[in-house]
């Protein structure tokens, strides 16, 4: 996870069902998250069924609202959809309007 954190080059990320049992959804949202501060060049980050909670995916929604990136496609489906991600979606958008699909069922 802290090779994934660093690689400022990947443009397409896959990350369904990838917590092994050692490891934790906490360490993956850790990893997740300094990949999207880290990474300019991916375009597509998949998370799909993480088991991640809502407040976990919350903190993907609020720092995609405020941190301008390349992605174009983002699924979340699959996760805690506890999250009322409508109120996040106008600042995701406008901070990156490239963002053309977003999935969070």
């Known amino acids: 996870l802290q090779a994934l954190s660093k690689n ?17 959804t906490q360490d993956l949202m850790v990893a997740v998250s300094d990949l999207i501060r880290s990474n300019k060049t991916m375009t597509s980050l998949s998370l799909v ?28 489906s699959g996760n805690d959809s506890g999250v009322d991600a409508s109120a ?13 699909l977003l999935l969070a069922e």
């Open 49 to 76: 069924n993480n088991n991640f909670t809502s407040s976990q995916i919350e903190v993907v929604l609020r720092l995609l609202s405020t941190t301008p990136v390349s992605l174009t496609e983002l699924d979340l």
């Open 88 to 100: 996040l979606m106008v600042d995701i958008i406008r901070v990156n309007p490239q963002l053309r």
């Open 8 to 24: 400022t080059a990947l443009r397409q990320v896959s990350l369904c069902q990838a917590i092994p049992a050692s490891d934790s």
